[in-house]
């Protein structure tokens, strides 16, 4: 059920739709508990009123939530009413969040639904039993501590101040809230694998509920044409497997991101019991030699450093057609992907990327964890295995990186390589049909990619670097005490951040190296750069930081407001043209 009239009402799962649905976002009653004491002030009681209101899904520091209030917040409390549609008779009611930073209790009529511990990923509860005829009452209460080293927080400020990479926090709901509707027996998850190879995709799904004598039914279509169909029983596991030949192949390529249209029903007796939409698109990704492939082919990925901040919603893009523009917007100057930078994008952009034809590298948002020891493990494993299994199925993306510079701590202590070890091998046994990266910069344990950082701001000592690599020999390394290369596919995956802010009149705005003196100065750097990594024979990618100005930091390629600071078609030729090592 869409409401235009509420912030963000589009269906916040594209992969996975079911017609009953109701969008719970808009105002909320809203209350701060610095103490954290609400419980024992009873603020979870179905009766209970807080004090303030808040417009969900936006964090209660961002200007759209009505709040604005950039303070630590050690936790929130959330209410609001609804009622069940009239048509939802029988089955379950299952209540969904998009994310909500960082661990959240709910309680639904005084009592409690459950509790998840994870700020990025999403989760749901069966509330079923907790329902009540007329008015019911959702309850949330979220606490979150960015200084504590025992939670991922990504690019959100330790201290009280933005400052340097860290900038606004989020906490609290930062996705949408919604109700959905489904039959005793319905289709809990589903995994999509594309086979082009063999002209197939592969579907594998959990079913909850009672499922004998059920079958699972695929039907896959283009242009509104069947292209293909299979039928399977489930097993006595409730899971089912499928395998659905096409009659018609075309790739998800960039320039052509063609979707199929995928239909899912459970089926009892010939009777349709649950019913889901989703798409798929059919390509294949491989590292071959020095080369990335997409479809066979040697592919430059032209990437840029995506953060996911907007100066109005924080974490939270004030509309779908905002997180859609962030791509046009990066297409539009030459880029053909991102790195989706130290935070879990939501579904609705991963959407967006499939439809553009868009490649991304999923990566969680590791910084603040204190990975110098292996309890960090049950803190970031759990919500990472969450992220993947919700991403899986999306073809924009074509790698994941669990890690961003995994610096050691700040009383010296160095970072657990067992941490590392055992992500990278719980990833790869997940999804062994991607490359992973196990830290993006430094310091590789053990990875399918070797990628460095390197805002060097001079083009002849840039290209210097990487000669030898050019020209098969030793590759760059930093640090190189802690890590040496193993002759893997290699890539810049952070460079350039040219300082250019040329209105800025305040101290706190920054960028890497020395600003140029003019835009003619900017673009000659920018452009000396990049050539350097375009033209490297053993060069398999980059990524620009970045595409726009987040806060103090001023290197994006856009301002905070995504206006442009440059001519488009002029960054456009620079990137766009063809790398040494495309086919």
């Not at 209350?31 to 419980?39: A, L, V, Y």
């Not at 590292?287 to 990335?292: I, R, S, V």
């Not at 055992?422 to 992973?436: F, M």
């Not at 800025?504 to 890497?512: F, L, R």
């Amino acid at each position: 059920m869409q409401n235009n009239s509420i912030p963000r009402p589009e269906y916040p799962r594209p992969q996975f739709v079911r017609d009953a649905w109701l969008n719970l976002n808009g105002e909320w009653q809203f209350e701060m508990d610095p103490g954290k004491s609400g419980i024992a002030r009873g603020l979870n009681k179905e009766d209970a009123k807080l004090s303030g209101a808040i417009t969900v899904p936006f964090c209660p520091e961002s200007e759209l939530s009505g709040i604005g209030h950039t303070d630590f917040m050690p936790a929130v409390w959330y209410k609001r009413s609804f009622e069940v549609p009239d048509d939802w008779n029988g089955g379950r009611v299952l209540l969904h969040f998009g994310a909500v930073d960082y661990e959240a209790e709910v309680w639904v009529n005084g009592k409690q639904a459950g509790s998840h511990r994870g700020g990025y990923s999403s989760f749901s509860f069966d509330i079923t039993p907790l329902l009540q005829a007329g008015s019911n009452t959702i309850t949330v209460y979220a606490v979150d501590d960015t200084r504590s080293g025992k939670q991922p927080r990504g690019k959100q400020s330790y201290n009280f101040h933005s400052g340097g990479c860290d900038y606004t926090r989020t906490t609290g709901i930062w996705q949408t809230v919604w109700l959905e509707h489904v039959p005793d027996c319905y289709i809990e998850s589903f995994r999509l694998t594309p086979d082009p190879d063999n002209g197939a995709f592969h579907v594998a799904a959990k079913i909850k509920g009672p499922s004998n004598g059920v079958h699972l039914q695929c039907v896959a279509m283009l242009d509104g044409q069947e292209a293909g169909r299979q039928t399977s029983a489930v097993g006595s596991m409730s899971s089912v497997t499928a395998t659905v030949a096409l009659s018609e192949i075309h790739l998800w390529e960039m320039d052509s991101p063609v979707l199929y249209d995928l239909k899912l029903e459970l089926v009892h007796e010939g009777k349709t019991i649950d019913a889901a939409d989703s798409y798929f698109g059919l390509r294949t990704v491989q590292l071959d030699g020095m080369a990335f492939r997409l479809n066979g082919k040697s592919v430059f990925q032209r990437l840029v450093l995506d953060q996911g901040f907007y100066p109005d919603g924080i974490y939270t893009a004030p509309s779908d057609e905002a997180l859609k523009r962030d791509i046009e917007l990066s297409q539009a100057v030459g880029f053909n992907g991102a790195r989706l930078h130290e935070k879990m994008f939501e579904p609705r952009f991963l959407y967006w990327a499939d439809k553009l034809g868009y490649l991304v590298w999923g990566e969680h948002a590791n910084w603040g964890l204190d990975i110098t020891d292996v309890s960090a493990l049950a803190r970031f494993l759990p919500e990472w295995i969450e992220g993947i299994e919700r991403d899986y199925n999306h073809p924009s993306i074509v790698g994941w990186c669990p890690f961003n510079e995994t610096w050691d701590s700040s009383r010296g202590t160095r970072q657990d390589n067992d941490v590392l070890r055992i992500v990278y091998e719980t990833t790869k046994a997940l999804d062994p049909t991607r490359p992973v990266i196990d830290t993006s910069g430094n310091y590789h344990v053990v990875t399918d990619i070797f990628d460095v950082h390197d805002y060097d701001q001079n083009p002849e000592t840039f290209r210097e670097r990487y000669r030898p690599l050019a020209e098969n020999g030793e590759a760059w390394v930093s640090y190189p005490d802690r890590q040496a290369y193993g002759g893997q596919p290699y890539f810049v995956s952070e460079y350039g951040g040219i300082w250019w802010n040329p209105g800025q009149t305040g101290e706190n705005g920054w960028g890497y190296g020395d600003r140029p003196k003019s835009e003619q100065e900017f673009m000659e750097r920018y452009e000396g750069l990049t050539n350097t990594l375009l033209d490297n024979p053993n060069m398999f990618g980059f990524c620009y930081t970045q595409l726009y100005d987040v806060e103090q930091e001023v290197n994006g390629l856009y301002t905070y407001a995504r206006e442009p600071k440059f001519n488009a078609e002029k960054l456009h030729a620079i990137n766009s043209r063809k790398a040494a090592i495309e086919d």
